[in-house]
T-cell receptor, first 117, second 114 residues
Framework: GAVVSQHPSRVICKSGTSVKIECRSL??????MFWYRQFPKQSLMLMAT?????????EQGVEKDKFLINHASLTLSTLTVTSAHPEDSSFYIC?????????????FGNGTRLTVT | KQEVTQIPAALSVPEGENLVLNCSFT??????LQWFRQDPGKGLTSLLL?????REQTSGRLNASLDKSSGRSTLYIAASQPGDSATYLC?????????????FGAGTRLAVHP
């Protein structure tokens, strides 16, 4: 079955530094990937839609200059949290669409636990 | 605004019980609806995907139904086991905005005790 690999699974960084999270589709090409954030005991909130070869589309309230998204190839999207602050500590999950169109399934990575000290 | 609501927020049952988790959504123009399982601190495992043209999907002890016109879906778990303890998330793919995205409910935290 389709697999999405997310790396790293856990990262601890100091306030003010930047952290990059990678999301790879291992056995399919993904023209569209999605980045979600989940705070403790809350559901997943969509942050942005990453489109291969074009700019990402950000949801309302998400700072595009803080959360940089690069979808450089059909199998890789990266999320960089710039100048991280403790309030950015959260669980970040990516997903990738296997195929095109609204009926194609989404597959999720295992998430990245970010802790900013 | 497109919203997905799950009831109950938490559920604790003894092993062996059959149970129903509920999901409702505000816009009937959807591509599909998906049920996921999430274990603490982990990613998501897809359980069932129901396309908008379908009424239900079954996988083992799990059965999910979809009533698009009323904006409701249920996840039925038969003969629950302690290993079923997890958070169950309902997510809807709405048709709107020029691109489609998955909107999640807040989840139902299930605890099955021996």
């Amino acid at each position: 079955g389709a697999v999405v690999s997310q790396h790293p699974s856990r990262v601890i960084c100091k306030s003010g530094t930047s952290v990059k999270i990678e999301c790879r589709s291992l056995d399919f090409q993904a023209t569209t990937m999605f980045w979600y954030r989940q705070f403790p005991k809350q559901s997943l909130m969509l942050m942005a839609t990453s489109n291969e070869g074009s700019k990402a589309t950000y949801e309302q309230g998400v700072e595009k200059d803080k959360f940089l998204i690069n979808h450089a190839s059909l199998t890789l999207s990266t999320l960089t949290v710039t100048s991280a602050h403790p309030e950015d500590s959260s669980f970040y999950i990516c997903s990738a669409r296997d195929g095109t169109g609204g009926f194609s399934p989404l597959h999720f990575g295992n998430g990245t636990r970010l802790t900013v000290t | 605004k497109q919203e997905v609501t799950q009831i109950p927020a938490a559920l604790s049952v003894p092993e062996g019980e059959n149970l129903v988790l509920n999901c409702s959504f505000t816009d009937s123009a959807i591509y599909n609806l998906q049920w996921f399982r999430q274990d603490p601190g982990k990613g998501l495992t897809s359980l069932l995907l129901i396309q908008s043209s379908q009424r239900e999907q079954t996988s083992g002890r799990l059965n999910a139904s979809l009533d698009k016109s009323s904006g409701r879906s249920t996840l039925y778990i038969a003969a629950s086991q302690p290993g079923d303890s997890a958070t169950y998330l309902c997510a809807v793919r709405f048709i709107s905005g020029g691109y489609n995205k998955l909107i999640f409910g807040a989840g139902t935290r299930l605890a099955v005790h021996p």
